[in-house]
């Protein structure tokens, strides 16, 4: 069987994707001209998104301003819901899971019980309903909101991956691009995430170049920081104090698992992968597969890994009492916005909610 070059088969799909980016174009048009209307709000709204399809670390930016804003403003997070099995606007309780809230949301309100955390697809209505709620939110954090232009942000962040650039994509389907590139004018920041942790200022200049970032806007680098494993609730394991393994099984659904990748190699001297496409509903059969996989690997000191996002997925019951008896653990991560930008974009997100909390005070 002949397999096409992918640069072939992004040649077959240009039509289509020149198709798909002038609908996106007229769309983002008439926002422009006003036919289609945008709303505002009078507390703080900060949008993080980007112009892709995904793999740029939204959920554990969000996290990063969750800890930025700290506990004394009470925040929401407002979120798609993507791939859950509910409708409408939901607000989340310890009863719900991934099927009512979605992956991202649900491991949002795990790692910030405290904080108010909805699903919502339609972002206008969502925060309408958020300020009905008691107590009522103080600032809103809209996750994957870049082309939801019904809303318009105070604040809005553009993230892309350091690894594929926005300005090396391409519309889809051919690409992951949502919208034509010049869509990312409209971002106030632009973060470039996944960094390494150490940048040259030639690379710098070189991706400033590439993204053309206009004289408003902000262009900042952020990196990925991954914790110590955290065996997953409700398996039959304990890890084991040390963190060298001989083999590591990498089951994950994620759009790009090379920072991952790296860090645990680190930690073995044999990696395996088995990698899904990003938001991958797991099934028996992939479970299966894993166990088949893991016992293959004639090695007794092995172990699973997974990502906190996977794991939301995998905690459902009919694929937990699958599992249960594997030693899985996922990898927690967190964001570090790089050293010489981290003042300037933590005091622009800090400014921009103290200013606008006051202005909405004196009226």
């Known amino acids: 069987m002949y397999f096409y070059p992918v640069s072939f088969v992004r040649l077959i799909l240009v039509p289509f994707s020149i198709l798909y980016g002038v609908i996106t174009w007229v769309r983002n048009k008439l926002f422009d001209l006003k036919v289609l209307s945008t709303r505002e709000f009078d507390i703080p709204v900060i949008s993080v998104g980007n112009l892709s399809t995904g793999g740029t670390g939204k959920t554990p930016h969000i996290e990063y301003m969750m800890r930025l804003l700290g506990d004394d403003l009470k925040i929401a997070i407002l979120s798609r ?50 300020l009905e709620t008691e107590p009522v939110p103080r600032v809103i954090l809209l996750d994957d909101a870049f082309q939801h232009r019904y809303v318009k942000p105070g604040v809005s962040i553009l993230l892309t991956d350091f690894y594929q650039l926005f300005s090396e994509d391409f519309m889809l ?104 496409p990003d938001h991958h509903q797991f099934t028996l059969e992939d479970v299966k597969k894993l166990d088949e996989h893991f016992k293959s690997i004639f090695t007794k000191n092995k172990i699973i890994v997974t990502t906190q996002k996977d794991m939301m997925r995998l905690m459902l019951p009919h694929l937990m009492d699958a599992i249960k008896h594997l030693p899985i653990c996922y990898v927690p991560i967190e964001v570090v916005i790089n050293k010489e930008d981290r003042e300037k974009f933590n005091q622009l997100i800090l400014n921009y909610v103290e200013e606008n909390r006051r202005n909405n005070s004196l009226h």
Do not use: W
Not at 91 to 97: D, F, K, Q, V
Not at 102 to 116: S, Y
Not at 239 to 246: E, G, I, L
């Open 81 to 130: 819901g993507y791939k859950r099995k509910s409708k409408g606007f939901i607000l989340a309780a310890p009863e719900h899971g991934m099927n009512e809230l979605g992956d991202e949301a649900a491991q949002l309100k795990q790692n910030f019980p405290n904080a108010i955390v909805a699903v919502a697809e339609k972002r206008v209505y969502g925060i309408e309903k958020l």
């Open 173 to 276: 389907p051919s690409g992951t691009l949502r919208e034509f590139k010049s869509g990312a004018k409209r971002a106030d920041i632009i973060l470039v995430t996944k960094s390494p942790k150490v940048i040259s200022p030639f690379t710098k200049r070189r991706i400033k170049k590439q993204l053309k970032p206009t004289k408003r806007q902000h262009l900042f680098f952020s990196r990925i920081r991954h914790g110590k494993l955290i065996v997953m609730p409700g398996i039959e394991f304990n890890k084991p104090k040390s963190c060298k393994f001989s083999s590591i099984l990498l089951f994950a659904g994620i759009a790009n698992p090379y920072p991952l990748e790296i860090y645990l190699k680190e930690m073995c001297t044999d990696l395996r992968k088995m990698i899904f």
